[in-house]
């Protein structure tokens, strides 16, 4: 089971088609927002780290009956500490948590060798002081 967000769905779909994920062994891709069944399987969340949906994870494996028995969380981009302080801080969501991980794949394929991104601090973060250079010669 693959559970996405709207960002991270489309971010997915400039990457892969539907016959990517199923040979990889996913059988059910579904929307982090809608109503879901239980299922006694592990699940894959692919979501933007936002307090929303963290808060929508957190609901969907925490109680005495989670949606899921184990929950492997990727982000799309860097979480916040206090995100991740209010998922460790949950008792009962901590042990169902098979990997917490920031992927920093919140960006759009245009074509073979270009893409776009969202991120405010892409440059930055690609770059680092560099950056100053980079934004120079591309206004110039």
Request: glycine letters at 4%; proline letters at 4%.
């Amino acid at each position: 089971v693959l559970i996405m967000n709207k960002v991270t769905v489309k971010v997915m779909s400039c990457s892969c088609k539907m016959a990517d994920i199923t040979d990889e062994g996913i059988s059910l891709v579904e929307d982090l927002f809608r109503r879901r069944q239980p299922m006694p399987l592990d699940v894959i969340c692919f979501i933007q780290p936002t307090k929303e949906n963290i808060i929508m994870f957190m609901s969907d494996m925490s109680g005495r009956k989670p949606l899921y028995k184990k929950a492997y969380v990727f982000f799309s981009s860097p979480v916040l500490k206090d995100l991740v302080d209010c998922i460790k801080g949950d008792t009962s969501v901590l042990p169902r948590i098979g990997a917490l991980r920031e992927m920093n794949l919140e960006y759009f394929s245009i074509d073979s060798q270009t893409y776009i991104t969202d991120q405010e601090r892409a440059l930055s973060e690609l770059y680092g002081d560099q950056q100053r250079i980079l934004v120079h010669l591309l206004i110039v």
